[in-house]
């Protein structure tokens, strides 16, 4: 998908709610979505909304080479 969602999440621990859509890890995590790279420790995330959010965030990478 190219509309600025994510598209790979990697991570070593992710708590996946099915019911909800949801998932949530504490570890940390590499989200790597179209032109972007996000690097932070523990994040949340709404698979119906798209959204996430990192509980502590360390580098954001902009650029089609990232």
Do not use: C
């Not at 790979?8 to 032109?35: A, C, R, W, Y």
């Not at 119906?48 to 990232?66: A, C, M, P, R």
Request: charged share 20%; glycine share 8%.
């Amino acid at each position: 998908s190219e509309d600025g969602v994510w598209q790979t999440i990697n991570t070593s621990f992710i708590e996946i709610d099915l019911n909800n859509k949801t998932m949530h890890s504490d570890q940390p995590v590499t989200i790597l979505g179209v032109n972007y790279t996000i690097r932070g420790n523990g994040f949340s995330a709404d698979m119906n909304s798209k959204q996430f959010e990192l509980l502590d965030h360390v580098e954001t990478i902009y650029g089609k080479d990232n």
